[in-house]
């Protein structure tokens, strides 16, 4: 298929893109452009205005800010997953990050490209989740932070402004005494997942102290499991406990029934990946 | 791997990297959409988005978009258009809906063209399609195949009267006599779902006119075929029109078509007398290139209770679509003589009904018939064996038929020539480790592992090479079944093959080369390939049903035979012997008893252009053609097993060992070989696990791109164990049998069979293809609630 017709601006700053935005009533950014090309191509989506901001070098890279990591919107797919800083404080990141479609797509898309397009089937808003990232939004009137669990609305929709950019996206360092596992479930090994589980696990002494878990497309947007991270706070770290919280994952969900998968079969896997994700992020298999 | 060693006597039988490929990685190829041509316009079409209704084109408002030089629709072409061809009258009572290649009043199938726009780019005529006006008058949508034979269901063509197109039934009660005497009668419906050919190369055509006549460039299998069907639908004259298959980026039977893009883009090259092109999109291929499979199989088997098998009997259902392509209708009938497999039995009845529906029409796709009579077969046998307790390897070996009973005529009039069933599968068992993975299974079993495993089998057999001609003709065949080549020896000595048969990736350059330098001598470097031009190869049938080294390559060897018969003459008159007294040996005539006296086949090549000292009376050429006409079809066989482990959580199967040993008979490159299986077992693993076209009840294709219609990659699939053995045919001088759809015939029912192993002891006798992880889940969670306990025995 073939795009209708639009303008076209390679953006080199985030002035020159916040401006370029703010010209039109009907702007869209392109950052890698893997999953936007696809919905220009196939006509669902006509803007007038397409501003490129993958060339943008502020919005690109990994830095080291203390007690967090600062990853610029528009670093590829490819780059996050062999960044030794990503690697070193971020593991989950890079874990789910490998996970996504295949290496000519990690080349080419961006993870702020996967965040701002808020995909209930992408891996990396759950991992965001899990983290407690902060997205940095600017637009015509600046920037502003919002974390992640205030930024994932709805399907295929976030607190990004019709004027603003995601610049960067802020990573929590989780310290010592975390461990993280990412489970994803899906058909064929490029295809966007059915259900995936993040799990960030913090264990003391023989007990869990601090669980996190976000589940991927169990809803119009990522979800964190509540209910399993309640039973999981303080409990033994045994493959028994973990079961018998990982049973509560569903719980809260209201998972689609497509092609993929009924809904009561999406219920299932989010327990048994649920399961599975948190015994390994606990260190117990 | 395979690890049959090669031959090293001659370059037949090695594995020879293939000429074709540097072109090909190094992105030199002569795709159709690569052609540009001074002042080519192009070509889009509208397509319909409902799937049945009346219909009222306006094209008017188009014409005024930038760039548009015309817009049509079916009013504009009128008769001249003519209508779709379908190629095989397989039932004397069998309804042909008329097809025009643009919808006239209505559209009976989401994507039938509807209008097309010509423009100076290609992005404005896909611009303008928004602009061409169409009242849709929606009618019923029949996409239900059982609910479409009931009565008073809603018809896709009013005329006919009828959604049936033939109904065929075998005449005879030879299964009905088998049966009584049976212990055991079992019966299962197996649903061969919709497949989507998905060639990597989309359908595109070229159309050049010049002042009366045309040339166009199409990503076809068949452009022989191909410009007979134009010049008979379009009026234009065979002779008229040369028809070139450029560089072709597969087709698996999708491109053994004559369709009406190619059928417009004559006629607007015509009327405009301009160069267009059309160039399909991915998605219109999804909705449009003919779909594959689809059909609904009862079957029933009859057999002792010591296994012995007594008859068998098929009930299909086939969905043909909206409409007939060129062997929609025949493709089901493919099957009707290859349900019986390679088993012996005193019965054996095959009814076959088919049925149009509002969906895109089906046709030929890779094994076309076989695949579909080969898993019912295997999967039926399969269930056999468990209802009666015995080894599935076992319940064959009793049934099959033993290699010294070939020449065999089966229950349904097939000559098997040769085989060897119990070699290949001896070989395949010791590659597999069948002993060792049944003891592992065991222990799963036991130990309620939830990750079970399977293991299926399927020893199958097919049939290749479509003839001989006489025998296509009884059956109604518009065709027939020889296919030609011709030698030509240059001044030089090389050599060009021109081959009728069309390669579109199957390496015909490489193997039409060893075939030749094998025969004559000639280095393999010195040998081409011209083909897929009906300007320089004027006649052939092209390249479908693994026909193209058993019947082209038989006219090759035939064709070789004559220039060293001419060759043979040449060298007598210069070294003064009579012809008889010549040996020839790896392109070097010589004199029996006399070594020293030889003469090389270049220097005959030579002598024979010169013509300056040849045989009183002869041709001055060397040049030599052969049209070779089967006696019969050809019948690969092999045994694939294959080992699953199921995650009985989660539904998720993982192929966990696939051993496929082949029987193609004798083999020229056995590495081209064993690519062909490679990528047939993919494909066949495709429609066990993965691909589904899938329509709404509204007739809405909804696996329309990759997200949804799931093509495998080599992520998703095994490393596969690969062997040979080699029985040769003794119906064609080659010995060749055809491989190019035994991989995709075989290794659907072996996934099929491991995965319904695996969790048979839940009590669950099949699993609806693709087996997908839910449909998995869902038999066991259902199965573990119908038995809580866990007792459910196979």
């Known amino acids: 298929m073939i795009p209708s017709l639009f303008d076209y601006v390679r953006a080199t700053s985030v002035a020159e893109a916040v401006s370029a935005l703010a010209g039109s009533d009907d702007a869209k950014v392109l950052g890698g452009g893997q999953s936007f090309i696809p919905i220009l191509r196939l006509r669902l989506s006509n803007p007038e205005l397409v501003v490129d901001v993958s060339k943008v070098a502020e919005m690109r890279g990994v830095r080291d800010d203390g007690d967090a990591l600062v990853i610029g919107s528009m670093t590829t797919h490819h780059e996050v997953l062999h960044d030794p800083l990503v690697l070193q404080h971020a593991p989950l990141l890079a874990q789910a990050t490998g996970t996504v479609a295949d290496p000519q797509v990690r080349h080419r898309g961006t993870l702020g490209g996967a965040l701002a397009h808020a995909d209930p089937a992408s891996d990396l808003p759950g991992v965001a989740l899990v983290y407690g990232a902060q997205m940095t939004l600017v637009g015509p009137n600046g920037s502003r932070t919002v974390d992640a669990a205030d930024f994932f609305l709805d399907y295929l929709e976030t607190a990004l402004a019709e004027d603003e950019l995601l610049t960067s996206i802020r990573v929590p360092k989780l310290g010592a005494g975390w461990g993280t596992h990412y489970e994803k479930f899906n058909r064929v090994a490029q295809a966007w997942s059915i259900v995936g589980v993040a799990a960030a696990v913090r264990r003391d002494n023989g007990h869990i102290a601090e669980a996190r878990v976000a589940l991927t497309n169990m809803g119009s947007t990522h979800l964190r499991a509540a209910a399993t991270e309640q039973a999981l706070s303080g409990a033994e770290a045994t493959d028994r406990a973990v079961h018998g919280a990982a049973q509560l994952a569903a719980e809260g969900t209201r998972p689609a029934s497509d092609q993929n998968a009924q809904a009561d079969y999406r219920e299932e896997l989010a327990r048994v990946l649920t399961h599975r994700a948190v015994k390994a992020a606990a260190g117990l298999s | ?794």
Not at chain 2, 309 to 334: C, E, N, W
Not at chain 2, 345 to 351: D, P, T
Not at chain 2, 475 to 497: C, D, F, H, Y
Request: charged letters at 20%; aromatic letters at 6%; one cysteine or more.
């Open chain 2, 1 to 794: 791997m395979t690890t049959t060693e090669a031959k090293t006597d001659t370059v037949f039988g090695q594995p020879l990297r293939r000429k074709e490929d540097a072109h090909l990685i190094t992105g030199r190829t002569k795709w159709v959409d690569n052609i540009q041509m001074p002042g080519m316009v192009h070509l889009a079409y509208l397509r319909s988005p409902i799937a049945h209704a009346k219909i009222s084109v306006d094209t008017g408002p188009a014409k005024s978009y930038p760039g548009v030089i015309a817009v049509y629709s079916a009013a504009d072409f009128g008769a001249e258009m003519g209508f779709m061809a379908d190629a095989w009258t397989c039932h004397p009572d069998m309804k042909k809906p008329l097809n025009p290649p643009l919808a006239t009043d209505e559209v009976r199938y989401v994507g039938e063209p509807v209008a097309v726009v010509v423009a100076e780019t290609r992005y404005q005529a896909n611009d303008a399609l928004e602009a061409i006006s169409v009242d849709y008058d929606a009618l019923p949508a029949i996409t239900d195949l059982e609910a479409a034979t009931a009565d008073g269901s809603a018809l896709v063509h009013e005329a006919l009267g009828t959604n049936q197109c033939y109904h065929l039934q075998t005449p005879g009660d030879s299964y009905e006599a088998a049966k009584a005497k049976a212990d055991v009668v079992i019966k299962r419906r197996f649903r061969q779902q919709r497949l989507i050919p998905s060639a990597m190369e989309p359908r595109a055509v070229v159309v050049v006119p010049t002042v009366d006549d045309f040339t166009m460039y199409s990503s076809t299998q068949i452009p022989h075929v191909l410009r007979v069907l134009l010049a008979l639908i379009t009026g234009v004259s065979e002779s008229k029109l040369r028809v070139i298959a450029p560089d072709v980026g597969g087709g698996f039977g999708s491109k053994v078509a004559c369709s009406a893009e190619e059928i417009i883009s004559l006629l607007i090259a015509k009327r405009l007398q301009l160069p267009v092109k059309w160039n399909e999109s991915r998605s219109e291929s999804m909705q449009t290139v003919h779909h594959g499979r689809d059909q609904i199989q009862d079957i029933e088997v009859a057999a002792k209770s010591d296994g012995t098998l007594l008859g068998m009997k098929v009930d299909l259902i086939a969905d043909l679509g909206a409409y007939l392509r060129l062997f929609t209708a025949g493709v089901p009938l493919f099957g009707a003589a290859m349900f019986n497999a390679i088993y012996k039995m005193e019965g054996y009845q095959f009814n076959c009904q088919t049925v149009f529906t509002n969906k895109c029409p089906t046709d030929a796709y890779r094994g076309a018939g076989r695949p579909e009579a080969t898993f019912g077969a295997e999967r039926i046998m399969d269930e056999l064996a468990a209802h009666l307790g015995m080894d599935p390897l076992k319940l064959r070996e009793k049934n099959w038929i033993k290699h010294e009973e070939f020449p065999y005529t089966t229950i349904s009039g097939s000559v098997y020539d040769t085989g060897n069933y119990e070699a290949a599968t001896a070989r395949a068992v010791e590659l597999f480790g069948y002993d060792e993975l049944r003891a592992e299974q065991k222990q799963r079993r036991e130990s309620k592992d939830p990750v079970q495993l399977g293991i299926g089998v399927s020893t199958f057999t097919e049939a290749c090479g479509l003839a001989p001609s006489r025998a296509l003709g009884q059956l109604n065949v518009s065709a027939g079944g020889w296919e030609r080549a011709e030698i030509r020896v240059t001044i030089t000595g090389k050599i060009q093959v021109i081959s009728g048969s069309t390669p579109h990736g199957q390496g015909h350059l490489t193997s039409w080369s060893q075939l030749v330098s094998d025969k004559l001598g000639i280095p393999f470097e010195d040998i081409d390939v011209l083909a897929g031009d009906t300007a320089s190869s004027p006649q052939g049938l092209d390249t479908y049903g693994s026909r193209s080294l058993v019947v082209g390559g038989s006219a090759i060897v035939k064709a070789c035979d004559k220039v060293i018969a001419k060759a043979r003459r040449v060298a007598a008159h210069t070294l003064e012997c009579d012809p008889d007294d010549l040996e020839f040996n790896a392109g070097v005539f010589s004199v029996k008893g006399s070594p020293g006296s030889k003469m090389l086949i270049q220097e005959c090549a030579f002598a024979t252009h010169l013509a300056h000292n040849i045989p009183d009376g002869m041709e001055p050429s060397l040049n030599s053609a052969y049209t070779f006409d089967p006696i019969n079809l050809s019948y690969p066989h092999g045994t694939h097993l294959c080992a699953i482990e199921v995650d009985t959580e989660t539904g998720f199967s993982k192929i966990r060992k696939y051993v496929a040993v082949d029987d193609v008979g004798t083999v020229v490159n056995p590495m081209i070989v064993e690519g062909q299986v490679h990528g047939g077992i993919a494909q066949g693993i495709a429609q066990a696990m993965f691909e589904e076209g899938i329509y709404d009840s509204d007739g809405n294709l909804t696996t329309g791109s990759f997200v949804d219609y799931l093509v495998p990659s080599a992520a998703d699939l095994p490393s596969y164990t690969t062997d040979r053995t080699e029985t040769p045919s003794t119906d064609n001088p080659i010995g060749a049998k055809g491989v190019g759809e035994a991989g995709c015939i075989a290794s659907t029912p072996a996934v099929v069979n491991a995965i319904v192993d695996a969790v048979r002891h839940f009590g669950i006798n099949d699993i609806a293809m693709p087996c997908s992880p839910e449909r998995v889940w869902r038999a066991v969670h259902e199965a573990k609630q119908a038995h809580p306990h866990g007792g459910a025995a196979s």
